[in-house]
């Protein structure tokens, strides 16, 4: 009987220990796929992607629709050349500090590429979004007004929004945004649809 119970015990231990095991596994996942970029603390390219696949997959409970948009940052490689890359890497978290502060909790900004950011803005129409945009634009150009630096700190961007009326992917978002963003570059703004504002 005592062995018997002494099984049973092995056994038990053996099962939990097998379900911990899973546990880290899944966590250890997780980290990978949500990892931080350590200079700016926006989420990184995959685990951007990874969110955004996310948010584009279907409405939720929390989420009845989003505003995405692409963000290029102006004059980094004068910066870089002017002072060095220090000054760029103050330069990209200035940027992303700013836009951190106009975001609510549920917003996601992902570094997409050296000076590329694509963000998520779930619930928020995209009249909002240009707002929150231009705003951090304008404080950039305070900066600028008072540091005197020989290079001028601003960003071009594009925006899409998506109430998951057709299908969306990643990708096609990104080259919806990229386009929109050139076109912002050249003084082309596409003005957000005044009828999906809050």
Same mark, same amino acid.
């Given at each position: ?9 092995? @056994?038990?231990?053996? =099962? ?13 996942? !997780? ?16 685990? $951007? ?10 409405? &939720?409970?929390?989420?009845?629709? *989003? ?6 940052? @102006?004059?980094?490689?004068? =910066?870089?050349?002017? !002072?060095?890359?220090?000054? $760029? ?38 009249? +909002? =979004? ?6 951090? +634009? ?8 008072? %540091? ?15 109430? !998951? &009326?057709?299908?969306? @992917?990643?990708? &096609?978002?990104?080259? %919806?945004?990229? &386009?929109?963003?050139? +076109?912002?570059? *050249? ?10 504002? =809050?």
């Amino acid at each position: 009987t005592l062995v018997s119970y002494m099984q049973i015990m092995m @056994d038990q231990l053996h =099962a939990q220990r097998h379900m911990l095991e899973k546990q880290v596994r899944r966590m250890e996942r !997780y980290i990978r796929i949500y990892a931080k970029d350590e200079l700016t603390n926006a989420y990184a390219r995959r685990s $951007g992607y990874a969110i955004l696949r996310q948010l584009l997959g279907g409405p &939720s409970d929390e989420v009845d629709f *989003l505003t995405m948009a692409f963000v290029d940052l @102006d004059n980094l490689k004068a =910066a870089n050349d002017l !002072y060095g890359h220090e000054e $760029g890497d103050i330069y990209l978290k200035t940027v992303v500090d700013l836009l951190m502060e106009e975001l609510n909790d549920s917003d996601i900004i992902c570094r997409f590429g050296g000076d590329e950011f694509v963000l998520a803005l779930p619930n928020k129409f995209e009249e +909002n =979004a240009h707002t929150l945009l231009q705003k951090v +634009n304008r404080q950039l150009a305070v900066i600028n007004a008072c %540091q005197g630096k020989g290079y001028r700190m601003s960003f071009s961007f594009g925006t899409l929004f998506y109430d !998951y &009326s057709e299908p969306l @992917d990643v990708e &096609s978002a990104i080259k %919806q945004m990229d &386009s929109r963003m050139y +076109n912002y570059k *050249l003084g082309q703004i596409i003005e957000p649809d005044k009828k999906k504002k =809050a």
